[in-house]
């Protein structure tokens, strides 16, 4: 059995990465996120497990990596932060029409354009509302503890081949460089040829011992009627997976008045204050979205069933708000409290927003 290990979230991802049968990380160094790569360069898998590490000329480079390893039916996964995944968007897109599992990991930082190399969650619309161009989404994991990094990486590429698309782990600049304790997974095998063969019957990877026929994978449909009906299944894939996995943690929310809402650091930060909230009296819950998309709102609005006031606490001015107001159906007032610009901010921060915003 694996012991704990004190180790950085990004460490954490990279260890999980080989140790869940990846075939291929592709990526390019960027802080936040940059131990990924140097973890896994320290670790030289392609001599345990055969994983192929490659750092890429650029971020647009290694997502049309993932386009062609994926598309053969391979684990493959890159990671990034915010500007890196900016000029990933054009890549997602097409995989995201090819229908190409994939993993992606973005470790936030503050915005926009280059910004700065302080943690930050302004990249949520971009990760939940498809940041490239038409009908699409991935599925986005929201890990809030170095332990959900290196949880979610197995979890990721299951859900990716699962429902063929590309899955992504949004953290940010905190949990990526902080340090816990963590339990890695077992090490288990790469698949086989023969495995990937049996698995993934879509996969461009040539033709088998079987003499299967060669399968073709684009994103470019000249028939509209055809595209129309791509973008009919794709769409049906996406109303299971909204029916089928979401996913949430609910702290104290069974008699909440009030609800504080956030992910990832934020999540962490609002658990302190929502607890000290209680030390003085006041029914404050935590509801912490662990899929960002799909959005829990089931949940969401289960856990608010019983609340006067909700407060979304974000490190950005404001987007995952949107999703909360309409799990909620704009029944309960949703007030809003963010930094920006990388300040993580304390909880006292977060109790002062609550007695501004909710208790008036």
Same mark, same amino acid.
Not at 133 to 145: Q, T, W
Not at 249 to 255: G, P
């Given at each position: 059995m694996s012991e704990y290990v004190l180790m950085k &979230?990004?460490? *954490?991802?990279?260890?999980?990465?080989?140790?869940?049968?990846?075939? &291929?990380?592709? &990526?390019?160094?960027?802080?936040?996120?940059? +131990?990924? /790569?140097?973890?896994l360069s320290i670790e030289k898998p392609w001599e345990t497990t055969g994983m192929i590490v490659l750092q890429a000329e650029s971020?647009? *480079? $290694?997502?049309?990596?993932?386009?062609? @390893?994926?598309? #053969? &039916?391979?684990?493959? %996964?890159?990671?990034?932060? #915010?500007?890196?995944?900016?000029?990933?968007? +054009?890549? =997602?897109?097409?995989?995201?029409?090819?229908?190409?599992?994939?993993?992606?990991?973005?470790v936030q930082r503050g915005g926009p354009g280059l910004g700065t190399i302080q943690p930050g969650q302004c990249d949520y619309y971009q990760a939940v509302y498809g940041g490239g161009? @038409?009908?699409?989404?991935?599925?986005?994991?929201?890990?809030?503890?170095v332990q959900e990094m290196a949880d979610f990486v197995d979890k990721a590429f299951k859900l990716a081949f699962k429902y063929r698309m590309p899955t992504m782990i949004l953290s940010d600049g905190v949990i990526g460089q902080v340090m816990e304790r963590v339990k890695l997974p077992e090490q288990k095998p790469r698949r086989t040829e023969e495995e990937i063969y049996a698995e993934c019957p879509w996969a461009a990877n040539g033709i088998n011992l079987k003499k299967r026929k060669n399968n073709t994978l684009s994103s470019l449909e000249s028939?509209?009627?055809?595209?129309?009906?791509?973008?009919? $299944?794709?769409?049906?894939k996406y109303e299971l997976?909204?029916?089928?996995?979401?996913?949430? +943690?609910?702290?104290?929310?069974?008699?909440?008045?009030? /609800? !504080?809402?956030?992910?990832?650091? %934020?999540?962490? =930060?609002? +658990?302190?204050?929502?607890?000290? !909230?209680?030390?003085?009296?006041?029914?404050?819950? /935590?509801?912490r979205p662990i899929t960002l998309w799909p959005f829990p709102q089931k949940e969401l609005n289960h856990a608010a069933q019983n609340a006067k006031k909700i407060l979304v606490c974000e490190m950005s001015t404001g987007q995952m708000i949107t999703d909360v107001e309409l799990a909620v159906k704009c029944k309960i007032p949703c007030e809003h409290?963010?930094?920006?610009?990388?300040?993580?901010?304390?909880?006292a921060e977060v109790i002062n927003a609550a007695h501004k915003k909710l208790f008036k």
């Open positions: &979230g990004n460490e *954490a991802i990279a260890h999980a990465a080989i140790r869940c049968g990846c075939d &291929g990380y592709f &990526g390019y160094p960027i802080t936040p996120q940059s +131990e990924v /790569l140097e973890t971020e647009i *480079a $290694a997502i049309n990596m993932l386009y062609g @390893g994926g598309g #053969s &039916g391979k684990r493959v %996964m890159t990671s990034s932060s #915010s500007p890196g995944i900016a000029l990933m968007q +054009e890549g =997602i897109s097409y995989m995201a029409a090819c229908e190409i599992p994939a993993l992606i990991v973005n161009n @038409g009908d699409y989404n991935v599925i986005v994991l929201a890990p809030n503890s028939d509209p009627l055809e595209m129309d009906k791509r973008n009919e $299944a794709m769409h049906a997976i909204k029916e089928t996995e979401t996913q949430a +943690e609910q702290i104290c929310c069974d008699d909440a008045e009030y /609800l !504080l809402v956030g992910y990832g650091c %934020m999540s962490r =930060i609002a +658990e302190e204050a929502m607890h000290q !909230l209680r030390q003085n009296g006041y029914k404050v819950g /935590l509801f409290f963010g930094r920006t610009g990388g300040v993580v901010p304390d909880p």
